[in-house]
Structures are given as structure tokens and as C-alpha cells.
């Protein structure tokens, strides 16, 4: 692939420890968000200072950060719209903002004229026409719509400008209404809601049973976080990077800023890898095992390839189990090793025991499962475990590996990383 530019990692950073992490597993760009104006308010995210330090220490790495301010904004979120995209452009020194609002957009162009600007998948962009509209306004980059095919991203990229770049989701979960539009119309009747024969199914009227008790139907519920019924399979598109690559799309975008700093370090190093195997000397694209090992130990729900390769007419990409599958958790994080004992110094992530056969989650490389021989607290007292949350601890392995600072250590089980479930 020497004559096609390598495209890039694009990782999820959902708060300053998730963006150090993306950064130390390769990524060549991060996406983020402020308190306010992204559509991910579960996540951590950023005050002024985090984002402003951050965005320093991503840059002092190489790598770009990209801010989103993806809302449909209503009348009262434009009071101070204005001020906060002169702190992300001037202060914050962000990359880029992901906008899909018409509004949003013309108040970047108006405050930050100099700020490249981004389309959000929220903007359901489809065809050629529609990136051509947004780049002839000022746009720098699309997202696309999640629906898209491979063929029709072939399509696109051969009637657009060569400069104007696409980007695409090709990991982590999917909603039941992607980008932003619902496709319950599509799946139940063949009338394309997009193309504006919706069928308005969301009106209708759905009752769930739990199955031990068929006769007793309950109404599909809501909170504030949203239904639990819809679920969609989770997108992995990693045997499938050097399609993606010939394409045409130039950033490939993990999704995932309210998962877990671990889910954001093996997401980043697997597509890493994969993309650099891409453009290796041999050539030859193999994927690798340890890849889907690693993905697979995230939690998840089942994989599947989208709409790559799939309609939704033909296929809705349901899931029809509620739950995830967790095969391993997160005991600890590596933070360093101390110089006057040469024990490697962690921090507490899940309850860690002496005598705990651990994987090794790294940066570079993969090293088989070592054993917690010895388990110390911060007062350097030997403990047979440590459970509680976040402390500090000491370790001595069965065997000397190296484990640099963003090194996890998981156990297999069926425990998560407190990841909250998203619709």
C-alpha cells in the first residue's frame, strides 16, 4: 500500500487518563469533549484546565485532539456557544471541532475562522453531494454515516475532492438509531425512513415479558439514560482494515469515550498494529490472533461487521441477549517501578489477591500471563490483597518482564470495568 497515504488511528478520550492511555497505545489522534456542547455527557470528559493541559501533552506526543461540539443545539445552548469555541481554538489549541449543526458551524467559522472543522456522523452524511455542500462551506473532514457501504464509500471518495477527508467508525458500539436516524422502519415494513417513507414504528405500541413469566407483559420503559430493549451488536472491523484503507477513508475512528482506559488501550493497539501491518515491507495483511484475543477480553457485545457489508433492510444488526460479554477485568495499572526496592508500583482497579495468574496488557509487544508472588500495601506491609479501590500497592511477579506505566493487569472472570451500558 506504498502508494496510499496511512490513515489514521483515531481513539476515544473520554477523560485525561483514557487520552494518556490512547497516547501511550499509538494513537495518531484523539477525540474528546468539553463539560458541555458533545453528545457523550456520561463520560468524564473535560473542564478548561484538563482540556487545555491535555491537548499539551498530546501535542508534546505527536498526536492531534480533536474536540466535538456535536449537539443539535437549541436556542438556550447559544449563550455561550461563543466563548467556548474561543477557548478551544485559542486557548485550548484543539486540532479540530466535529460539529453537525448548521449553527454551531457558522459560530466556528465566525469565532474561529482559522479552526479546522469536522462533520459529525450526527450529520447523517450519505453521499458525495452532501461532503461536497460541507466542504464548499468550510469543512475539512466528513464523518460518515454509519449506514454507509464499503462500495458506497468507494463511491464517495471517487467524487470528491482529494482533499477533503473521511473518516469512519470501525470499532465499539452501535445505537439502534444510527447517526442520529431511526432505521426501526427500514427492518419492520421495507419502507426506507431515511428516504422519507418512515412508517413511524417508534410510535407503536411495544410490551416485553420476562420469560419465566410469558403472561405478564410489562411496557418498554425509559430513564435518563435511555431504553434497554433495542440493542445493537457492537461493530469490529479489524479483519477488514486494508478494505477500509483502499476505500478512501483517511481516519478510522474508535468508538467508546465512556468505556474504560483499558477498553481505549487494546482497541488503540490492535488497529495500531493492524494498520501498520498494512503498510509493512512484506505487504502481506494477516490478522493477527492475539488481535482478536485482545478484543475479545474488552467488554462487548457480539461483534459484527455493521452496515459494511450488510443493509439494514436485510440485516438490522439486533442482538437479542440484553447482557455482554465480559471474558476478563481490570485488577491493576502499572504506574511505574520503585528504584529502592525494584517492585513494579499499581494502582487498585478490582480486588487483586497473592497468588493472582494475571494477562499483561502493554503498549508494545505481548508477554504471556505472570503471577503475583508478592503483594505489598503503600506502607510497604505484606497483604494477602488489596481491595480497595484505587490504592496504591507493590508487586513482585513470579518473573522479571518489563511492564512500563500504562501496563494492565487483568484477571479472567465476569467482572466489568464499571462500564455504563450504553443503548
Not at 520503585?338 to 487483586?352: G, H, P
Amino acid at each position: 500500500m506504498s502508494e496510499i497515504k496511512k490513515p489514521e488511528v483515531l481513539s476515544p478520550a473520554g477523560d485525561p487518563e483514557k487520552l494518556k492511555t490512547a497516547v501511550a497505545y499509538g494513537a495518531d489522534a484523539v477525540y474528546m469533549s468539553g463539560k458541555g456542547y458533545g453528545l457523550r455527557t456520561f463520560s468524564g470528559n473535560f473542564d478548561h484546565d484538563e482540556m487545555k493541559s491535555s491537548i499539551e501533552y498530546a501535542h508534546n506526543h505527536g498526536v492531534k485532539c480533536y474536540v466535538t461540539m456535536n449537539i443539535m443545539a437549541l436556542e438556550g445552548d447559544l449563550a455561550k456557544l461563543d466563548d467556548e469555541i474561543d477557548f478551544v481554538a485559542h486557548e485550548a489549541k484543539a486540532d479540530a471541532v466535529l460539529v453537525s449543526d448548521p449553527g454551531i458551524f457558522s459560530r466556528v467559522k465566525a469565532v474561529a475562522p482559522d479552526l479546522e472543522l469536522h462533520i459529525s456522523t450526527q450529520a447523517s452524511v450519505t453521499n458525495s453531494e452532501a461532503c461536497k455542500f460541507w466542504y464548499n462551506q468550510g469543512a475539512k473532514r466528513i464523518v460518515l454515516a454509519r449506514e454507509c457501504s464499503m462500495e458506497q464509500i468507494k463511491a464517495i471518495r471517487k467524487n470528491i475532492p482529494e482533499d477533503l477527508e473521511l473518516e469512519a467508525f470501525i470499532h465499539g458500539a452501535m445505537c439502534m438509531s444510527y447517526s442520529g436516524r431511526c432505521l426501526l422502519s427500514n427492518y419492520y415494513t421495507g419502507r426506507r425512513s431515511n428516504g422519507g417513507s418512515c412508517a413511524q414504528p417508534c410510535r407503536w405500541g411495544f410490551m416485553v415479558h420476562e420469560e419465566k413469566r410469558p403472561d405478564d407483559l410489562l411496557p418498554v420503559m425509559e430513564d435518563e439514560r435511555g431504553t434497554y430493549i433495542f440493542n445493537s451488536k457492537d461493530l469490529c472491523m479489524v479483519e477488514h482494515v486494508p478494505e477500509l484503507i483502499e476505500a478512501g477513508v483517511n481516519s478510522l475512528k474508535i468508538e467508546g469515550r465512556i468505556k474504560g482506559a483499558y477498553y481505549a488501550a487494546a482497541a488503540t493497539k490492535v488497529y495500531r498494529e493492524a494498520v501498520d501491518s498494512c503498510f509493512a515491507p512484506d505487504g502481506n495483511y494477516k490478522v493477527n490472533d492475539e488481535w482478536l484475543t485482545l478484543l475479545n477480553k474488552v467488554v462487548h457485545r457480539d461483534y459484527a461487521t455493521g452496515f459494511f457489508y450488510d443493509n439494514p433492510m436485510e440485516n438490522a444488526q439486533i442482538v437479542y441477549d440484553t447482557s455482554y460479554n465480559k471474558p476478563a477485568y481490570v485488577v491493576a495499572a502499572i504506574e511505574g517501578r520503585d528504584e529502592t526496592s525494584d517492585l513494579y508500583v499499581a494502582s487498585q482497579r478490582n480486588k487483586l489477591y497473592k497468588g493472582d495468574v494475571l494477562n499483561v496488557l502493554r503498549p508494545k509487544g505481548y508477554v504471556e500471563p505472570i503471577q503475583v508472588e508478592e503483594l505489598y500495601n503503600e506502607k510497604m506491609e505484606p497483604i494477602d490483597s488489596a481491595p480497595h479501590p484505587q490504592m496504591k500497592m507493590f508487586i513482585k511477579f513470579n518473573r522479571d518482564v518489563e511492564l512500563p506505566q500504562y501496563t494492565f493487569l487483568s484477571r479472567d472472570g465476569d467482572k466489568d470495568e464499571g462500564i455504563v451500558p450504553q443503548k
